[in-house]
């Protein structure tokens, strides 16, 4: 079976802390996604990167967040001043590359910021 | 762009009666659609995915057709199971645009 791995499981920041979460991609995969999701609702992609590039991401990841791939089998992404908006589940998926590859999800990191 | 929509964001039904989750998609390109599930606390794990060749993919009883005349892949199964119970995603991607695009989820709740 595939295996994503996410670190830490949970993470606990006060307002305007800094943040960072890791993610493992299945070995061999070259594309890594990450996705934030509040209370089991709507998957709300982040970040895609192909190759360590980073390929895709939203406005918010641009301007509050730091997401990079230093090797191909290590990801972070980090929020440089958490807000209490940014409590969620984030999850990682990694595949391998072509549009009908099957996303691999690790568990996620869920982050609580009081 | 790519997108897709799922009209229904909660379905409750009871064990034994047919299920039918709706999606429908915009693509650009030649298009791939895939069905994630969620069970509580656990991750997204792929149901199926549409092929090529225009085969329907079936999985756990679960079963999607692509009609690309109508821009649909709904989910369907016939018998409700309590275990079926979970949030599903309908996503896609494609040639030329690889990044997988998801709809906003449909919870499926299945009671005795």
């Known amino acids: 079976d595939a295996a994503v791995t996410q670190k830490p499981r949970y993470l606990i920041k006060m307002k305007g802390q800094e943040a960072e979460m890791k993610c493992i991609p299945e070995?061999?995969?070259?594309?890594v996604f990450w996705y934030q999701q509040k209370q089991s609702k709507e998957l709300k992609f982040l970040i895609y990167f192909q190759n360590q590039q980073p390929l895709d991401q939203i406005d918010m990841v641009k301007e509050r967040f730091s997401a990079v791939c230093p090797s191909s089998s290590l990801c972070s992404l980090g929020i440089r001043t958490c807000e209490a908006e940014d409590s969620a589940l984030y999850l990682c998926?990694?595949?391998?590359?072509?549009?009908?590859?099957?996303?691999?999800f690790g568990p996620g990191t869920r982050l609580t910021v009081l | 762009g790519d997108s897709v929509t799922q009209t229904e964001g909660l379905v409750t039904l009871t064990e034994g009666l047919p299920v039918m989750l709706n999606c429908t998609y915009q693509s650009t390109y030649s298009p791939f659609l895939f069905w994630y599930v969620q069970h509580l606390n656990e991750a997204p794990k792929l149901l199926l995915k549409?092929?090529?060749?225009?085969k329907r993919p079936e999985h756990q009883g679960f079963h999607a057709t692509l009609h690309k005349s109508s821009s649909s892949f709904h989910l369907q199964k016939s018998s409700a199971q309590l275990s079926d119970s979970a949030l599903y995603y309908c996503?896609?991607?494609?040639?030329?645009?690889?990044?997988?695009?998801f709809g906003a989820g449909t919870k499926l709740t299945i009671k005795p």
């Open positions: 996503a896609l991607s494609s040639y030329g645009n690889e990044k997988i695009t």
């Open positions: 549409s092929f090529t060749d225009n």
């Open positions: 070995k061999g995969h070259t594309a």
């Open positions: 998926s990694s595949s391998l590359r072509g549009a009908d590859a099957e996303q691999f």
